[in-house]
């Protein structure tokens, strides 16, 4: 079973900065690809952004310019850069993987919460 670990959540202030990182249990080269997705109270789980394994990279509208995906093979991370953090951005941030083993095979981390407010 792969299990997906995410850190870096936290409180901060409209304006500020966070990083995201989300480690899984396998080597992070058998997923094709990996992504952030968000929900906020009262809402659907929406994709914040992702990237392929051959770096290719995908942005929700409204974090382009603000939020940067990368990933580090040698640190087995996905990193989500958060900067110029908005009251809106508040939410729990999940970690997703995808792999193909025949059928796609998806994988969930279990959320990391990211509130912004004064």
């Known amino acids: 079973q792969v299990q997906l670990v995410e850190s870096g959540g936290g409180l901060v202030q409209p304006g500020g900065s966070l990083r995201l990182s989300c480690v899984p249990s396998r080597g992070i080269s058998s997923f094709y690809n990996v992504g952030w997705y968000r929900q906020a109270p009262g809402k659907p789980r929406e994709l914040v952004a992702d990237?392929?394994?051959?770096?290719?990279?995908n942005y929700a509208d409204s974090v382009k310019g603000r939020f940067t995906i990368s990933r580090d093979n040698a640190k087995n991370t996905v990193y989500l850069q958060m900067n110029k953090l908005k009251p809106e951005d508040t939410a729990v941030y999940y970690c997703?993987?995808?792999?193909?083993?025949?059928?796609?095979?998806?994988?969930w981390g279990q959320g990391t919460q990211v509130t912004v407010s004064s």
């Open positions: 990237i392929t394994i051959g770096g290719s990279t």
């Open positions: 997703n993987a995808k792999r193909r083993v025949g059928p796609i095979a998806e994988y």
